[in-house]
């Protein structure tokens, strides 16, 4: 007898079978006609998913859209400004308070690991307090990373290089960095080889926003390949928006991709936000913002989708479904073969639970019991239609059901019901 049974699936890869769940882990997956269950969970043909996984989002922000104002001009500095005039009036609770209901957004979407930033330019720490608080109140059911993260320049803001410490002291998992906002491009490169040694010293994963501007100048990603070889931290490290490789010459980003994937540096560009921030000052014609998203993967680079944003001094959208970023990257990446876009599915599953480093992840037998049942039959359906969440498992225990969403029809001579899904009437 199982907890838990999930019934008649098909999985990403095509298969369709039953999945018996004890505990928190799968312990079968196979036909399970016989078996019985404290629950069964009819899939039905339904695609059965493990997690979604979000490897880049700013959670002390996110929900504080429109205070203490509006960025006006849509731009990245604009925000970064703004959001430094928020945090002279925010409080923990709220943001406390603003972080949870955005895990009830995750959890409702399947969305159920997360790697946040959180702002180390704050003498306070507020919000690495309130995150920490996060964390533990979630974590039966979110995998929530935190980043130390210098907003403001590890180098330039002058407390910033004290409070990331302590905020590493206090258990904040990963290392992050701004390079391309420090003063000058030889503070830049300084501050990703401190960070480094930093992680390398307490045995931390690094995640850095790394050339988030349209200047092909900006080339910090060289840096943190270099830095992630000498100090032995292949595997470990993460690049974020890498926008400015969409402006470098094509001979630079020749010798570049190599140096990445010798360092098996994990790329994590960002489309919603890279799309809207990016190209400001362009009149026509006009960039799109986004990374080199096709040459890495040719290069088998480890690339993901991140949300980045939603509902902040950033971005004015948004609402925790990583399916809404995979198919915005799809489109601006022009990745529309059948193979891709099943690759950028991937993109917001085990591409990016790999870049996590998360354990027993996946739809296997002793993996972790968390995963999600889509009113889609495949990959490529489910981002067609930003597919609805029937049904989400974290830790063998269901935890968000919604209804499958059917439009009832009053047309003379057509069906009574219609359903989006191709052939389902």
């Known amino acids: 007898m ?34 019985t269950a404290g629950r069964v969970v009819e899939a039905a043909g339904d695609l059965v998913s493990p997690p979604f996984v979000d490897p880049h989002f700013h959670m002390d922000a996110t929900l504080s859209y429109g205070l203490p104002r509006i960025n006006a001009s849509g731009t990245l500095l604009e925000g970064i400004g703004l959001w430094g005039e928020l945090k002279q009036v925010m409080t ?22 997360i790697r946040s930033h959180v702002d180390t330019c704050d003498d306070r720490l507020l919000g690495v307090e309130a995150l920490l608080d996060v964390r533990e109140r979630v974590k039966h059911y979110i995998d929530l990373q935190l980043v130390a ?69 900006s080339r910090h990603i060289e840096t943190l390949a270099y830095e992630t070889r000498r100090l032995n931290l292949q595997g470990r490290v993460a690049g974020s928006h890498l926008t400015s490789m969409h402006s470098m010459d094509n001979y630079y980003v020749s010798k570049l991709l190599p140096l990445m994937v010798e360092a098996e540096i994990n790329a994590i560009p960002n489309p919603l936000i890279n799309i809207v921030l990016q190209g400001r000052h362009d009149s026509f014609p006009k960039r799109r913002g986004l990374t080199r998203v096709r040459e890495m993967l040719a290069m088998g680079i480890n ?75 495949d990959p490529i359906e489910a981002l067609r239609l930003r597919a609805n969440r029937l049904c989400v498992i974290a830790n063998g225990k269901v935890i968000s059901e919604t209804p499958r969403a059917d439009a009832t029809l009053n047309l003379p001579g057509r069906p009574d019901t219609v359903r989006r899904r191709h052939g389902a009437g």
């Open 303 to 377: 690339v993901g989708w991140g949300q980045d944003c939603v509902l902040d001094p950033w971005y004015s959208l948004g609402t925790a479904d990583m399916l809404d970023v995979a198919f915005m990257g799809l489109h601006v990446a022009q990745m529309t073969s059948p193979q891709d876009m099943r690759t950028c599915f991937d993109m917001v599953t085990v591409n990016n639970a790999r870049t996590l480093g998360l354990a027993d992840y996946g739809l296997h037998v002793g993996a972790r019991a968390s995963l999600v049942i889509l009113d889609a039959g």
């Open 2 to 35: 199982f907890d838990l049974i999930v019934r008649g699936g098909t999985l990403p890869d095509g298969r369709v079978c039953d999945i018996g769940i004890q505990g928190d882990r799968i312990v079968a997956m196979d036909d399970l006609g016989a078996a």
């Open 92 to 113: 923990q609770d709220d943001v406390v308070a603003r972080a949870l209901q955005y895990c009830d957004w995750a959890a409702s979407m399947g969305l159920l690991a």
């Open 149 to 217: 993260f210098p907003q403001d320049g590890f180098y330039r803001d002058p407390t910033a290089r004290a409070n990331t410490i302590r905020a590493l002291d206090m258990g904040v998992d990963v290392v992050g960095g701004i390079p391309h906002f420090e003063r000058t491009m030889a503070d830049g490169a300084a501050s990703v080889t401190e960070l480094c040694e930093i992680a390398a010293e307490r045995g931390l994963m690094v995640d850095m926003h790394c050339d988030e501007t349209d200047d092909p100048m």
